[in-house]
């Protein structure tokens, strides 16, 4: 079993930056894939980036790329979301989560575990 916790949220402005954090516990991440979900009010959740068990492979929504970086720090058991120049399109609740699977990692139905997510709020 593996227990995720988010957090880094918050109101900011346009142009502002923020780095969400999900912290692990029960098992180590290292052999687990990680993604980062978002849901928008009266939206399905939708993909925003993930990073593979290996930590070599990455892959972003395209309206995040170039904005947003994934990474893990396995020593610490935690996977961040370096989210920089937010929209305020990018207004939602984040979502960590943890897949022992190794395909179809852009659908949420592919992660056995999930954090409780975070408010972002973006103000333009």
């Known amino acids: 079993q593996v227990q995720l916790v988010e957090s880094g949220g918050g109101l900011v402005q346009a142009g502002d930056s923020l780095r969400l954090s999900c912290a692990a516990s029960g098992r180590t991440l290292s052999s687990y894939s990680m993604g980062w979900f978002r849901q928008a009010p009266g939206k399905e959740r939708e993909f925003v980036a993930l990073i593979r068990w290996s930590g070599t492979s990455t892959y972003y929504t395209d309206s995040v790329k170039g904005r947003f970086t994934i990474f893990r720090d396995n020593a610490k058991n935690t996977v961040y979301l370096q989210m920089n120049s937010l929209k305020a399109e990018d207004t939602a609740v984040y979502y960590c989560?943890?897949?022992?699977?190794?395909?179809?990692?852009?659908?949420?139905?592919?992660?056995?575990?999930w954090g409780q997510g975070t408010q972002v709020t973006v103000s333009s």
């Open positions: 989560a943890a897949a022992a699977g190794r395909v179809g990692l852009l659908s949420p139905n592919a992660y056995d575990y």
